[in-house]
């Protein structure tokens, strides 16, 4: 298809293309181009380094502390903050010809193209360029990250002189410490501990490369990088090596005539530890170069393309009807995979490893919306981020005996663990965290039958988090259980009282727990379970307080939500959204307006409780006060909306939360992908239009197109089986790949599925009045006729 005008990247099946080069959206394209396997993630910067927006070489879980700035200070609010920090950049490949440096700013750039294939796994760049002095040159270059080699990225170079013969120079580099643009944050003491954060510890060259090992100033981590080189050139190339403290360089030297290539393979290894010396990491870094080595550039990608083959297999999600969508949902769970496929017992970012947007944090979005998609697609990437959250227990106790709560506080934002968050009504208040990973360990469990992890990873953390719920809340004088002081996951209004997502996830949280725990009652012994604990954790969530407006007929958020005063949204310019950034607090938190689905969210995890008049009611009245500033909304109301009936509104929320970063619709994909809204996109489509829910009983699927779509297909893995859901308007049909026959329901029947595919009506989907959102508010139509 022919490039939009007003796109950044034209619209293909497989590939995401920047026909041409706008210097205007380098922060864009770095993000969206970006490369990772979750333990390393380059930026999409060009190779040569400038003109760039923000540099980006990040390792999962590598950070500098910083001071936390307070105006006052209180007890229990953290003293240090973690970011996430560029580490030393190997993408740089410099090229000078005839002494001029390739600069895309000068000279005249005839063409220039770049391609991230989502089958290859690969980043492909093409130039045409003349220096000042007219010597014109085409370069090609192809990146990754190797998704087998887990320390590994490579980049593979080639420099074509076209019209007279050239001196070329091209410097590969190793750069730590490299400048950066200047960050918002105004504290200068903020400034000086992110300013150069790496010390030298060794440097040292080899015939065709270096490694350098450095260590944070405060964090005390070290990092080892190292880079080797293949070089292919005519006859007199000349190859030397260099490095300084924050420098590594390989410098290669070739007089080429027309029609001539020089061509590099640059092998990237990184590695990093808290405790591992100096040593052991130099040689860590330089044997999986070797291995990189030993493997080649064609063995590398052939490694990528297989991995990338499998995944898709299962993965892929097809749209008939609307291309630009289907591009969009494959990118999304493209980065998805990206962001935890190698990650190992690390945190899964709410940026991945594509920017240092929200300083590289991890939230609770990873566990309510990126692992959902990974439990089905990539199950052991799930696994391993739970991992993480148990090898993380031990501060979470801590920092829940600081609040003078039992069981385990887990923090509201982080990298190693512990809490980051400087502000109590939007951080450490929203302590749904907990049981947002509760009900990650229990779908994990139900999508895999991993009886093994429920036992020695989901039990601990299930326990751990049924505890502090049973001390967070208390019985009420007629009996109920209340929990009071809470903000739920709108952050418009905080420190509320019975917020009905938090309570119904905690509710949710100590069943599994105490469910679990009989299961597996000896590991659970072990953890100092007895029965009357586990009897407690019953009756508080039979008696968990849900408040219901019967003026209304709705659930109010939270207590006496329904009360407060509605918002002016009428009188609410358009350049007043997202709301934080031009209103105070004080009077979001005293009104009626939604920063993101929160009871819609509670009715799409927790649909066992609300009847579908009530889904109907509650959907419509929160739809009218809700403003998605915050990209994690788009794909919950998309849900819920199409299981309400309003399917072109469905099609529109999904379509807002899988463009969010090809159209950079919220303004900030210059800091990084949108990881859960990317991984909600696939929600929106399985969950939303699929109609599909998961629990110990099974699967169910309720399939619904809306009406611009012809057809859509998805696949999961379920319990060791390979399913794929093919839907159209009037039927649907199901297909077991691989495993043993199963069993599900559709449309609330019963279905057995073995050899053979199944083909079942869809029922037609009553009329229903249309719902309204706040005024300007609502999301752009692109459904025929609107």
Request: some cysteine.
């Amino acid at each position: 298809m022919s490039p939009d005008p007003a796109r950044a990247f034209a619209v293909e099946p497989w590939v995401v293309r920047e026909p041409r080069l706008d210097m205007e959206n380098l922060g864009q394209t770095e993000s969206v181009f970006a490369l990772s396997n979750g333990h390393i993630g380059l930026r999409g910067n060009l190779d040569e380094g400038e003109p760039h927006a923000t540099p980006g070489t990040y390792l999962n879980s590598f950070y500098e502390k910083r001071p936390l700035p307070y105006a006052e200070g209180g007890y229990g609010y953290p003293e240090s903050g973690q970011t996430i920090i560029n580490v030393t950049n190997g993408k740089l490949i410099r090229l000078l010809v005839e002494d001029e440096p390739f600069d895309l700013r000068y000279g005249e750039l005839r063409h220039h193209e770049r391609v991230l294939d989502l089958q290859a796994g690969t980043l492909t760049r093409e130039v045409e360029w003349a220096s000042p002095a007219g010597r014109a040159v085409k370069v090609r270059s192809t990146r990754m990250v190797s998704l087998t080699q887990r320390a590994i990225a490579a980049i593979r170079y080639e420099v074509e002189v076209l019209d007279e013969p050239a001196l070329l120079v091209v410097q590969s580099e190793l750069v730590a410490n490299e400048q950066l643009p200047a960050r918002d944050d105004d504290d200068p003491r903020v400034e000086a501990a992110l300013t150069d954060p790496l010390q030298s510890e060794q440097h040292r060259s080899d015939d065709a490369g270096a490694t350098l090992i450095h260590q944070t100033r405060h964090s005390g981590l070290r990092v080892a990088a190292a880079m080797d080189h293949e070089v292919l050139g005519p006859e007199g190339t000349k190859i030397t090596s260099e490095a300084t403290e924050d420098i590594g360089r390989t410098t290669v030297i070739a007089r080429l005539k027309p029609g001539e290539t020089l061509t590099i393979v640059k092998y990237l290894a990184y590695g990093w530890s808290s405790r591992r010396s100096q040593p052991a990491l130099h040689d860590q870094v330089r044997a999986a170069l070797a291995a990189a080595r030993y493997t080649g550039w064609e063995g590398l990608l052939a490694e990528q393309r297989q991995y990338m083959d499998d995944f898709w297999t299962t993965a892929d999600v097809e749209i008939d009807g609307d291309a630009e969508l289907q591009q969009a949902v494959r990118l999304a769970i493209f980065h998805v995979l990206q962001a935890g496929a190698r990650a190992e017992r690390r945190a899964i970012g709410a940026k991945g490893l594509t920017g240092e947007g929200y300083d590289g944090h991890t939230f609770w979005d990873t566990e309510t919306f990126t692992l959902p998609v990974l439990s089905f697609l990539a199950p052991e990437a799930a696994a391993d981020a739970l991992r993480w959250r148990q090898s993380i227990l031990p501060l979470a106790y801590e920092r829940a005996e600081q609040l003078g709560i039992g069981g385990a506080a887990f923090p509201w934002r982080t990298i190693r663990g512990q809490e980051c968050s400087g502000y109590w009504p939007a951080g450490t208040g929203a302590f749904h965290i907990n049981a947002d990973i509760a009900d990650a360990v229990r779908r994990h469990v139900a999508a895999t039958g991993d009886v093994d992890f429920e036992r020695e990873v989901g039990l601990e953390l299930l326990v751990a988090t049924a505890r502090l719920w049973r001390s967070l809340g208390h019985h009420d004088a007629s009996g109920e259980f209340r929990i009071d002081g809470v903000t739920g996951p709108d952050e418009y209004t905080a420190v509320v009282d019975n917020n009905v997502y938090t309570n119904l996830m905690a509710q949710l949280n100590l069943r599994a727990a105490a469910d679990t725990a009989a299961r597996h009652n000896r590991a659970a012994a072990r953890l100092g379970v007895n029965a009357e604990e586990m009897a407690s954790w019953r009756d508080a969530a039979k008696a968990m307080r849900i408040p219901f407006d019967e003026v209304l007929g709705v659930h109010p958020q939270s207590e006496s939500f329904t009360d407060h005063q509605m918002w002016d949204f009428e009188h609410t310019p358009p350049e007043h959204y997202p709301l934080l950034l031009h209103v105070p607090y004080f009077d979001l938190y005293r009104k009626q307006v939604v920063k993101q689905a929160d009871l819609v969210l509670a009715m799409v995890l927790r649909p066992d409780m609300f009847t579908p008049e009530q889904m109907r009611r509650n959907f419509a009245y929160y739809e009218a006060v809700t403003v998605r500033d915050s990209s994690l909304s788009a794909c919950t109301q998309a849900v819920m909306a199409a299981w309400t009936g309003h399917l072109d509104l469905a099609f529109d929320y999904l379509a807002e939360s899988a463009l969010v970063d090809l159209n950079d619709l919220a303004g900030n994909s210059d800091h990084g992908v949108h990881i859960a809204s990317m991984a909600g996109s696939w929600t929106a489509v399985v969950s939303g239009f699929g109609g599909m829910q998961c629990d110990a009983n099974g699967l169910r699927f309720a399939p619904r197109l809306p009406p611009a779509l012809s057809r859509i297909s998805f696949g999961l893995l379920w319990q060791g089986r390979r399913l794929r859901v093919e839907m159209r308007q009037d039927e649907a049909e199901y297909t077991l790949v691989t495993g043993p026959p199963m069993r599900f329901r559709h449309h609330g029947e019963p279905v057995a599925l073995a050899g053979d595919p199944v083909t079942l009506p869809v029922p037609p989907v009553e009329p229903v009045e249309p719902v309204e959102q706040p005024y300007g508010r609502a999301p752009k139509s692109r459904h025929p006729g609107s």
